[in-house]
């Protein structure tokens, strides 16, 4: 493994359910990689997105340490974190949350208004994005103007713009038809062998995490196995 | 491009936006013509001259005066004119058709009001003319009046028949000048007052004083007042602002009326424009966690929230100021000589505007502070 970029230890977590503690996260220990695909699996419950929204810094451990890039992030306050997330994670969700009033471009744009990027800037960044990603043609559309994989593709563009540190992705072809799936995960792969960008994506599907260069297996809030993808 | 999303995320749903703004827009409107409508009712307070006064009886604005008062009145220092002014209560035509109508010492009486603007040789036929009458444009708009007709009153307080030759017609100095009077010789009402009720002959209804210096306005009337003591008739004499307020005080109610349901149409509408505001941050949680997630802090996605409100509630007040002043001209025509003075005033746009925004910020405060404070993955979870 390179050097991690992500140092995950002791890291518990627990949530009130009608009046109960539920543990879902316990004392886990992890690290990732700089330029690896995680694959994160496990059954429903498992703990696998609360694993991901903690090392993305949009969820608080009850206990444990989670260093990302050398930072300690779960010490930072909501504004430290806000800024630290703009510049070290980017998203990619199941249902790709993209803004219906924004086009593709703008909706890529969207991570850079927090930058001290100028507008012709933002705008030729954004273009390049999507040009990576295979939506050139697509700027002016909004996401009801394009298909479930290519919103996910605007999605993707999001993500890498700022060029985060991590990608972190939640079920990212949970929402698409195979072929779509496919692409997308075609996409996920080449981001990280020709952009060394380091992945780490929950998923259920088999064949998805297949993909990835290593699955970890949670099960009841523990890692169960670490395996390399085949 | 944050502009850009607010903008869009208010025309998002647009029969709820649209729906919203007309509110908006009736409120506003409301709020202006009933600020219109207050302003009217202190028009003439509002029209006073400092540098007059206004001398009437004492015991009721009912009780004349003599006119033996007016030269110990000019004679007292600081006064500069002395004219006379009678309430008439004519009925043109039908009692429908209400305007004030005051029999005046001519030459004086105009003299001390220059905004009342009359050309020169109108007031020489005027002043020729015992049968004269001088009258506003609004008035002679109203019923389509020109110099030389004649015009039939039917006395109330002076009973019988009355005809006056229109001579001249008066406009104002500004748009806060009364158009809608009628003005006659004094002379001409003593005359036949002396014939038909002789104790009622030689007296006025108010002495319009003129003075040199409004800071001695208190000192004069003092004055003015000490001279006519332990008289049959005493004085009381008052700036023509005070003379005007007591006519308003006496409606003080009604006008308190007015302003509280001006208020309440606004607060209403807040509360219609906060419960908008509160649906679409409700449906709009993801948006807001992906904010979030994307790394906006709480401030931006809270500002969001206030800048679609905000264009909201501007654009309803804008367009609800514009329609003020066609409709509040319509609704100045259609209440006749009831409000001489009907113009939407500065103030009143300004307290539009500022109702308006007022609005918009506090119908977004529970909604914007909702957005900020959404919890990232909770918010994530409303999606799908």
Known sequence: MNDPVVEIRGLAKSYRRGGQIVPVLEALDLDIGAGDFIALMGPSGSGKSTLLNIIAGIDKPDRGTLRVNGTEIVRLREAELARWRAQHIGFIFQFYNLMPVLTAAENVELPLLLTPLGRGDRRRRAELALSMVGLADRMTHYPSELSGGQQQRVAIARAIITDPTLIVADEPTGDL???AAGEILDLMVRLN?????????VTHDQRAAERARSVVHLEKGMIRTETDAP | MLLRLVIRNALRHKLRTVLTIVGLVVAVLAFGLLGTVVDAWYAGAEGASSTRLVTRNAVSLSFPLPITYREKIRRVD????????????GVYVSERNFFPQFAV???TYFRLYPEYVVREDDMKAFLRDRKGAIVGRKLAD???????DIVPLRGTIYAGNWTFVVRGIYDGKDRKTDTSQFFFHWEYLNERVRQLFPRRADTVGVYVVGIDDPDRAAEISRTIDEQ????????LTETEKAFQLGFVSMTEAIVVAIRIVSYLVIFIIMAVMAN??????RERSAEYATLKALGFGPGRVGALVFGESLAIALIGGAIGIAATFPVAARFGKAMGSLFPVFNVSEGTVLLQAACAVTVGVVAAIAPAIRAARVGIAEGLRAVG
């Open chain 2, 228 to 235: 006519f003591r332990n008289s049959l008739a005493e004085t």
């Open chain 2, 276 to 281: 908008t505001m509160a649906m679409s941050s």
């Open chain 2, 105 to 107: 010492a001519g030459e």
């Open chain 2, 142 to 148: 109203t019923y389509g009046w020109k110099v030389g």
């Open chain 1, 193 to 201: 062998a020709e952009a060394g960008k380091t992945i780490i994506m």
């Open chain 2, 78 to 89: 600081g006064v500069t004119a002395v004219s006379t002014a009678n309430w008439f209560g």
């Open chain 1, 177 to 179: 038809d195979r072929v």
